[in-house]
């Protein structure tokens, strides 16, 4: 039930544009990216994007380690086998 309600917050949730320029850049570059690589290749205040990871960590979106941030793959066919 909480992977289900997990891909529901990601539908349901609003994302603004500091939002979708994070989300965008990291399935740009299909790794991990550090705070401050996010800031240089957006263009972006730091502390906006690091705003925005938070948001985009609680609500399961991204997962950091070691001041990394990678986007966690979309749960569409986890009950498909």
Do not use: C, H
């Not at 990601?10 to 500091?18: A, E, P, S």
């Not at 939002?19 to 800031?39: C, M, P, S, Y």
């Not at 263009?43 to 380690?65: A, Q, V, Y």
């Amino acid at each position: 039930m909480k992977k289900e309600n997990s891909k529901l917050e990601w539908l349901m949730m609003k994302l603004n544009k500091v939002d979708e320029a994070i989300v965008k850049i990291l399935k740009a570059e299909g790794k991990e990216l550090t705070l401050q690589e996010i800031t240089e290749k957006t263009g972006l205040p730091s502390k906006s994007i690091f705003k925005s990871l938070r948001k985009l960590f609680e609500n399961e979106i991204i997962d950091t380690n070691a001041r990394k941030y990678r986007l966690l793959p979309e749960k569409e066919s986890s009950d498909k086998k």
